[in-house]
């Protein structure tokens, strides 16, 4: 075809300098070695996947089997802990330890699925809007506002409370409620770069629009976009715990963090560790991710300037 | 000016109608009220002239615009559960989620204000990194959580605060608190931020080159202009204190709105939810609606440059 001769002609070696996924990624790394603070959230952030995801299996743990016989068992080091359940057991006498480290998997997992499904949404959507602007535009933000217009936790607990909880329901809520999010900055960015002049140059010569938004588009989204949804999962992990503490997540009998705060609330008086450690597991993540999110975010910041003006 | 205003007017009312439609979707989508309001054993005839009754073999356009004439009379259905009309439910709570969510503001700003400003003036000394820091926990922590842990401490372990509900001005500082505390993170950064960027203007330079103290340099100059983000975001915070609310008030036992959705959604209550999660989206949308006119008050210079896009 035409078109792909005509790309190739494009693509000179210039070009491909600009642009590509390992140009990408490499410039990604480069950032976060500039940046201490994003580096530690980081490697905390791996740990912490790593302790949900692979340690439980190890275990052979899944946080639901019970122990009548050793319930309350305070954590290792008070009097009465025990090594077999260092962060003591609940009212069930179900393990603190393991059941933290499945409820991170869930958190983990609503995050990342939700972010990936938002940002997909926005980027279409964002795309669309942005680079091709007039009525598709207008309907599409005049959507979003409408969305931005709910506080977010409002909107999820009344989505919620028509399809009853569940992990697909509220991967699915998150996102929904959150692509405009998302779809704003690509906007803005694909916005600032729509006018430029090697944009202009690829319309000139017939490179089809889908190749403009895949080739010189969209590589010019990808910084912002980043930040974004980094600052965006650290979100949905405080989110996912609120409503699954009201009982309005994941249900029960999975451990998740909020389901642990939430029944753990109910011992204060005499079980201090199943209200504090899961809020604990909850405070390091989102500070990892945000470490991670802050130090990206600084590291881009002269680049998102300049797409924001 | 003018064409701001009457922009920003129309585009709200828009959003109100977009709201309005999305609640009477909802309602729709619940289900059959009639199912629950008769006998198990009623005939379909019975079904059928309760339907008729209530209007619910209108066309869907006729129930909407009905739906929305009530609304405007400030009639929103009755509540399946206790039969009291959703509005007067509402109205009867609201005054202790407006009162939470005020003192949560205020508490917020009387804490950052002071943090931001030592902050920036001191930037990158002992005093900044650790409110950097602070900021950075208070942020990732989920207001919930550290309302337990408040009660944990002030209420079970030391005895100086209730627990739970409202009335006395002891009982609205842990809730305050709670729900003030990644506000005040987050406007601590803001201020910090803004005020370095405008401590860099070439008008603070030369209200100091000219032998003003420092104090009014700050004060008047520095200061007004590092405001102005700041209302934005006071209107934006505003709707995540209406939806934290949600969890705060649970967890505080506190009498006001969000206790009612949550209620509302153990009972299926589905007129109550709606009901108040329209009422709150539209405040929310209205504060903002002033937050954007002050904002544009404040500097006229984004009157114009909103109005022209």
């Not at chain 1, 588009?217 to 974004?228: F, H, M, S, Y």
Request: net charge neutral; glycine share 10%; hydrophobic share 55%.
């Amino acid at each position: 075809m035409s078109h792909e001769q005509l790309d190739a002609a494009d693509a000179g070696p210039a070009y491909r300098r600009r642009s590509g996924p390992a140009r990408a990624w490499s410039a990604l790394h480069a950032l976060l070695l500039q940046s201490p603070s994003a580096f530690i959230g980081a490697l905390i952030l791996v740990l912490i996947v790593f302790a949900c995801f692979i340690v439980p299996a190890l275990l052979g743990q899944d946080g639901e089997a019970t122990d009548l016989l050793n319930t309350f068992v305070p954590p290792v080091w008070q009097e009465g802990g025990s090594w077999a359940t260092p962060l003591g057991t609940d009212h069930l006498g179900r393990d603190t330890l393991s059941r933290i480290l499945i409820g991170g998997r869930i958190s983990l997992t609503v995050a990342f699925c939700a972010v990936a499904m938002a940002l997909s949404i926005g980027l279409v959507l964002g795309t669309l809007s942005g680079f091709y602007g007039g009525w598709i535009d207008s309907v599409i933000m005049r959507v979003g506002d409408l969305f931005l217009a709910y506080p977010f936790m409002l909107l999820t607990i009344s989505v919620i409370a028509l399809l009853g909880p569940s992990l697909t329901n509220l991967i699915i809520i998150l996102a929904l409620a959150d692509w405009v999010t998302y779809a704003r900055t690509v906007r803005g960015s694909v916005i600032a770069v729509r006018g430029k002049e090697y944009v202009r140059a690829a319309e000139a010569i017939g490179t089809p629009n889908r190749t403009i938004i895949r080739r010189h588009i969209l590589p010019n989204t990808i910084a912002p976009i980043l930040v974004l949804a980094t600052v965006r999962a650290a979100n949905y992990i405080i989110w996912e715990s609120g409503l699954s503490f009201l009982g309005m997540g994941v249900p029960p009998p999975t451990p998740t963090w909020g389901i642990m705060l939430a029944e753990g609330r109910n011992y204060i008086l005499n079980a201090w560790w199943l209200v504090t450690l899961p809020g604990l597991a909850i405070m390091f993540t989102i500070l990892s991710v945000n470490l991670l999110g802050d130090g990206l975010r600084d590291a881009m910041d002269p680049r998102l300037k300049r797409v924001g003006k | 000016m003018l064409s701001y205003v009457l922009k920003r007017l129309s585009h709200t009312l828009l959003v109100i109608v977009g709201i309005s439609i999305v609640s009477f979707v909802f309602l729709q989508l619940s289900g059959d009220p009639v199912g629950l309001m008769l006998p198990q054993d009623a005939t379909s005839q019975q079904i059928e002239d309760l339907r008729h009754k209530l209007g619910l073999d209108d066309p869907v356009v006729v129930q909407y615009l009905r739906f929305v004439g009530n609304a405007l009379r400030g009639d929103l259905g009755r509540s399946l559960f206790s039969n009291e009309p959703v509005a007067a439910l509402i109205l009867e709570r609201l005054p202790a989620t407006v009162e939470l969510a005020f003192f949560s503001m205020a508490f917020a700003l009387v804490i950052a204000l002071p943090i931001g400003i030592v902050s920036a003036l001191k930037r990158g000394t002992l005093i900044d990194t650790a409110s950097m820091v602070l900021a950075l926990f208070g942020l990732s922590m989920p207001h919930f959580w550290l309302g337990i842990m408040m009660i944990m401490l002030f209420s079970v372990q030391l005895g100086w605060l209730p627990t739970s509900g409202r009335g006395s001005f002891a009982q609205i500082i842990m809730p305050a608190a709670a729900m003030g505390i990644s506000m005040v993170a987050l406007f601590a950064r803001l201020t910090r931020s803004t005020l370095l960027e405008v401590l860099g203007q070439d008008y603070v330079r030369t209200a100091r080159a000219k032998g003003l103290p420092e104090y009014i340099v700050i004060g008047k100059h520095a200061l007004k202009n590092a405001m102005i983000p700041l209302v934005t975001m006071i209107g934006m915070e505003f709707g995540l204190l209406l939806g934290g609310a949600v969890i705060i008030e649970t967890v505080f036992a506190w009498p006001g709105v969000g206790r009612l959705i949550v209620q509302a959604i153990m009972d299926r209550d589905y007129p109550v939810v709606q009901g108040a999660v329209m009422l709150l989206s539209m405040i929310f949308v209205i504060v903002n609606l002033l937050v954007d006119l002050a904002y544009g008050w404040l500097d006229p210079d984004v009157s114009l440059r909103r109005a022209s896009k």
